[in-house]
């Protein structure tokens, strides 16, 4: 082989080294720092998932979401679990923000919803448009499914308590903390009713939402936005905020039975 072939061989063979060492270097940098992690509430999961594609689309980045009550939610955090962006019922950003997990000034209000009554899909809807409808329905209902660490969980035993029907109601009760759950047990036909925030009725396969509670027993429940504080990409974790926090954002919360705020 001539002398000058064999400088390409070595030029090509080092070329190849060079580009193998930067991919090394910066490849998994470059794709971690492309995965925002977004930990999200149940009822704001409607929401997000509407808007993946145009948030990913604005800020460059995919979005790894991960959805469960916000109270499940937060354990994880403290135990460590690592997160770009919580959207979490406002009081648990609240918490997570004097803990140190995050930022202070990221958190954002987003918007809040109420409590509704959801049935299976198909079956007739029972009156709940009154105090004494609604109580007469909870009564009549072989069982009642919610999530007992959900936002709204508080909320249903304040108003068993103010019906005077708490020990009535007891017995029927089906609850579960796995996230879905309960609306899953109605779809499936397990339990009579589900109770629980509107957004996490009216867009669950398989259920029908009866109606929102009467105003007299409502309860409503704010979420909020945070940075983590340990985030892979703060830019980008403030991007998506301000994204779900603009237009096309407040346009997908009013679809999604959300009030923007």
């Known amino acids: 082989m001539t002398k000058?072939?064999?400088k390409k061989i070595s030029i090509a063979v080092s070329v190849l080294v060079i580009g193998a060492g930067l991919l090394l270097t910066f490849g998994p940098r470059t794709l971690a720092q492309t995965e925002l992690r977004v930990f999200t509430s149940d009822g704001m999961k409607p929401t997000l998932e509407a808007l993946i594609p145009q948030i990913e689309q604005s800020i460059g980045c995919k979005l790894a979401p991960q959805f469960n009550s916000s109270k499940n939610l937060r354990e994880k955090i403290q135990a460590g679990e690592p997160f770009d962006v919580a959207i979490l019922t406002s009081d648990v950003i609240d918490d997570l923000i004097q803990k140190g997990k995050?930022?202070?000034g990221s958190r954002t209000d987003l918007s809040r919803t109420g409590l509704g009554v959801g049935v299976r899909a198909g079956a007739a809807?029972?009156?709940i448009s009154t105090p004494e409808a609604l109580k007469k329905t909870l009564l009549a209902a072989k069982s009642i499914a919610f999530n007992p660490t959900g936002a709204s969980a508080v909320h249903n035993y304040e108003m068993f308590e103010r019906m005077g029907i708490t020990d009535a109601v007891k017995p029927k009760l089906m609850l579960d903390s796995e996230a879905g759950r309960p609306q899953q047990n109605v779809a499936e036909g397990k339990a009579d009713l589900v109770i629980t925030l509107i957004p996490e009725i009216k867009f669950f396969p398989g259920v029908d939402l009866a109606g929102p509670v009467p105003a007299d027993f409502q309860?409503?429940?704010?979420f909020s936005a945070g940075v983590g504080t340990k985030t892979s990409d703060a830019a980008a974790s403030k991007a998506l905020i301000q994204f779900i926090k603009g237009p096309e954002g407040v346009k997908v919360m009013k679809a999604k039975a959300m009030e923007p705020r």
Not at 219 to 222: D, E, K, L, R
Request: net charge neutral.
């Open 4 to 6: 000058q072939g064999i």
């Open 102 to 104: 995050i930022a202070p």
């Open 125 to 127: 809807k029972p009156d």
């Open 219 to 222: 309860g409503y429940v704010s």
